[in-house]
């Protein structure tokens, strides 16, 4: 069992320190917020006053925050990771963030002597609390082998997709495809219904044919034919349509990044990006398809 440092103790961060706890790891916790660690010590694990006091004594140091530039300040500022980690501190970065900031961090990681590995994760809070999250990891395939004994406390799927930042790529393009696919089925179940099919006939039939994806087969946007999608509980977040804009909007600067043209990717995000504006963030991001179908107008005629 091993000595974990854990940095970011929000929403997906406190449920994965609850893990670790029960596997047997020392989970030394610190965030910004002190109420954040309040919570992280009433289950039992140290705190610490700052990241420096965090990882002094630890043998692994975890960072779940929320994007690139909170990643390179935990790790790159003054009495941060990379200054105050003893020396064989094996470093993971679970954070969904831009694959330049990943790939710059994992440098200055090296370059200080450092072993570590990016594993952003799919799965949002509920698949953090029941330690089911799926770890996508970049970095050697020997810092691999070492990160998975402890990603497996936190989730049933570990898998190496490549180098440096391959995971943070990896987590980037799968997400964009949720995105896109959400706003796709959300098109196409508008035009089912007013064509005459009812719901459950287009999911019987197109979760075994050529139309069916996660999004319809296990998260379908109306309530209904699969019991356990959030449309069935007032689109109570799994996760976020605010979240899914932050991973639509990191595919859009990502794709520009290598001059790739992501049309629809485009389209979907300033979809999300309009539904988020006139307040619905908080909703679920299934909950676009009651904007594609005009249940729900935004400002601007959408
Ligand atoms: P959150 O905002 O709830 O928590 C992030 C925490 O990091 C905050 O409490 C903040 O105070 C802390 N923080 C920021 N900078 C810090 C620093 N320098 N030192 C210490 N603490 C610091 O966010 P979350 O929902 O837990 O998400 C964390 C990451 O996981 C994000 O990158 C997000 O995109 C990704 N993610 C989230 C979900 C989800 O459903 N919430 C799902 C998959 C991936």
């Known amino acids: 069992m091993a000595v974990i440092a854990f940095i970011g103790l929000g929403n997906m961060g406190l449920p994965m320190c609850k893990n670790l706890l029960k596997a047997g790891h020392t989970v030394i916790g610190f965030d910004l917020q002190e109420s954040y660690r309040d919570r992280l010590a009433a289950e039992g694990a140290k705190v610490a006053g700052s990241i420096a006091e965090a990882v002094q004594q630890a043998e692994v140091v975890m960072t779940m925050v929320p994007a690139g530039q909170h990643v390179r300040t935990a790790y790159q500022g003054e009495g941060g990771i990379l200054e105050s980690a003893r020396p064989g501190t094996f470093l993971i970065d679970s954070s969904t963030i831009d694959v330049e900031s990943s790939r710059a961090v994992h440098q200055a990681a090296s370059a200080a002597g450092f072993d570590m590995v990016d594993a952003p994760v799919s799965g949002a809070v509920p698949a953090a609390e029941a330690a089911t999250l799926v770890f996508m990891v970049g970095g050697t395939k020997e810092s691999f082998d070492k990160a998975v004994p402890i990603l497996k406390s936190m989730g049933t799927s570990q898998v190496y997709v490549g180098e440096a930042g391959c995971g943070e790529a990896m987590k980037i393009c799968n997400n964009m495809m949720a995105g896109m696919s959400m706003v796709a089925l959300s098109e196409t179940l508008t035009l089912a219904e007013r064509l005459g ?106």
């Open 197 to 302: 099919l009812d719901y459950q006939t287009v999911y019987d039939v197109m979760t075994k044919a050529s139309g069916n994806c996660w999004a319809l087969s296990v998260y379908c946007p109306v309530p209904g034919p699969a019991p356990a999608s959030p449309a069935n509980r007032d689109y109570a977040a799994g996760f976020a349509m605010a979240m899914m804009l932050k991973d639509m909007r990191l595919s859009q600067s990502t794709a520009a990044d290598v001059s790739t043209v992501t049309p629809i990717a485009a389209q979907a995000a300033a979809l999300y990006e309009a539904a988020v504006a006139e307040g619905h963030g908080g909703k679920d991001f299934s909950f676009i398809f009651n904007v594609v179908s005009g249940r729900v107008e935004l400002h601007g005629g959408k």
